[in-house]
């Protein structure tokens, strides 16, 4: 199978994490017949919004309803990679419409798309070339606040230090 990318360990609300249930987390999406399975469960108006997502440490997608926390869909375990996603029927078949890294529990850095088109791939689904839409963290070295970096401009937005050019949001990472 090769070589997994970074894992990521939530590094939100340490409440969030308390909440999560044992045995919990998003629905494991490892193949055609597993994503087949799923949507067929979902409802017109749950189509018609992003459905929250991990890729676990064994590289399989998990998704859960839209309002789900990430750190619940992935039972509380590291990832590796994490957002929102959007899927659209064309001609029979199912395809990713919009993805993104858009998840402030783990802050994954955009080099996590590898893992998420390989999950993707794995379960025979339509994608994009990329995240659709990029979202840019980091962790201010100062007053280490995390960061959604907007139009390049990497300079914290609590207290105005300089952010780094690479990915720091897990000090222990």
């Known amino acids: 199978m ?3 990318g970074r894992g990521y360990r939530y ?3 340490a409440e969030l994490k308390a909440a999560v ?3 919990g987390g998003g629905r494991r999406i490892g193949s055609a017949s597993d994503f087949a399975g799923w949507i067929v469960e979902q409802s017109v108006a749950e189509l018609t919004e992003p459905f929250t997502f991990v890729v676990g440490m064994d590289g399989a997608l998990r998704l859960a309803p839209r ?8 039972g509380g375990d590291m990832v590796l990679g994490a957002g929102e996603i959007s899927f659209l029927c064309e001609a029979g078949r199912w395809t990713v419409s919009e993805v993104s890294n858009q998840s402030t529990g783990y802050c994954p850095d955009v080099n996590s798309w590898a893992e998420v088109a390989r999950s993707l791939d794995a379960a025979e689904l339509r ?3 990329g995240f659709t839409y990029e979202v840019v963290f980091r962790r201010c070295p100062d007053c280490r ?3 959604i970096v907007r139009e390049d401009d990497f300079v914290c937005v609590f207290c105005g230090s300089d952010l780094p050019a690479a990915w720091n949001v897990d000090p222990t990472a």
């Open 11 to 13: 590094v939100g609300p």
């Open 145 to 147: 606040e995390h960061n």
């Open 127 to 129: 994608r994009p070339s």
């Open 2 to 4: 090769g070589t997994r």
């Open 21 to 23: 249930r044992p045995g």
């Open 67 to 74: 309002r789900s926390e990430h750190v619940a869909c992935a």
